[in-house]
């Protein structure tokens, strides 16, 4: 799922929390999330419980074990290095497309799920 927006609050992350279930509607859910303020609030953990969306917290200080930090970093390399910004809409359209252009495999691939030391297939 992808979303663009101004903004990141806890409004903003109940939408996406919304968007999941709307997707995966028939689907146990577990998210694994960073400790973002949006994500810790008791009105999204009220949601997510409410949609049925079980919340799991990474441990503080760990990118490595978030698999969208590692796709993230994949497509700031390719989609935007190296090109003027010319408005952050654009380069967020930009990256957004460079992700839905890539095949389900190569996200998981690119995200490190795929790899043999992925710490959740342990």
């Known amino acids: 799922m992808l979303l663009i927006t101004d903004a990141f609050d806890q409004v903003t992350h109940q939408y996406f929390l919304e968007m999941i279930r709307r997707h995966w509607r028939a689907w ?7 400790r ?3 994500h810790k609030a008791e009105e999204s ?4 419980k409410e949609l049925k969306i079980e919340i799991r917290f990474l441990p503080k200080a760990t990118p ?3 698999a969208m930090d590692h796709l993230w970093r ?18 967020a359209d930009l990256a957004c ?10 996200r998981l691939q690119k995200a490190g799920i795929l790899s043999g030391n992925f710490w ?3």
């Open 64 to 66: 490595e074990l978030n």
């Open 74 to 91: 994949f497509v700031k390399e390719q989609a935007l290095a190296n090109r003027p910004t010319i408005s952050i809409d654009k380069s």
């Open 45 to 48: 953990f009220e949601l997510a």
């Open 28 to 34: 146990n859910i577990v998210l694994f999330e960073d």
């Open 120 to 122: 959740l297939s342990k």
């Open 97 to 106: 497309q460079y992700i839905l252009e890539m095949n389900p495999y190569e």
């Open 36 to 38: 973002a303020a949006p």
